[in-house]
């Protein structure tokens, strides 16, 4: 079963359960999915799913992070509920240990010297620790092991 067929089943499961808000969060993500499919005239894969719930999760954060500033606890819970109901989406995340050892092997593999070659070095790492690692921290990392 794909990833998509999975967040329908899930969504049909929310409406019999009467869970109203993981309902509207399963159908946020349904819609962004149906728009990326409409925009790109594509059919979205596995990975483009993952895509989109990564992109609807730093939305969710950003959002969190804005209504902190602003004292909106009120907010904050909606917005960290979804981001819940969104992670369940995701692969399995690597440990800490498994991604540096993911970058190490990415810096040496392709030959990278220093800080110039950061963007050949995300580009081999993208692909592999997509939806598996949060991308930021990669990147933190990559730059860490560049300027050594």
């Not at 993952?50 to 907010?75: C, N, P, W, Y």
């Not at 030959?111 to 939806?131: S, Y």
């Amino acid at each position: 079963m794909s990833l998509k067929d999975q967040i329908t089943e899930d969504m049909k499961t929310a409406m019999r359960a009467k869970d109203v808000a993981r309902l509207s969060t399963i159908r946020l993500l349904l819609a962004a999915i149906k728009q990326r499919e409409v925009d790109e005239r594509i059919v979205v894969d596995d990975a483009g799913v993952v895509a989109t719930v990564e992109k609807m999760i730093k939305q969710r954060k950003d959002s969190i992070s804005q209504f902190e500033k602003a004292g909106r606890d009120d907010l904050v819970v909606i917005e960290t509920a979804e981001m819940t109901v969104l992670q369940t989406y995701l692969p399995a995340q690597l440990s800490d240990a498994e991604v540096e050892a993911a970058v190490a092997l990415a810096v040496s593999s392709t030959g990278a010297a220093g800080p110039q070659d950061m963007g050949k070095v995300i580009g081999a790492l993208k692909a592999q620790l997509a939806g598996k690692a949060d991308m930021g921290k990669v990147s933190a990392l990559v730059k860490a092991a560049l300027a050594k």
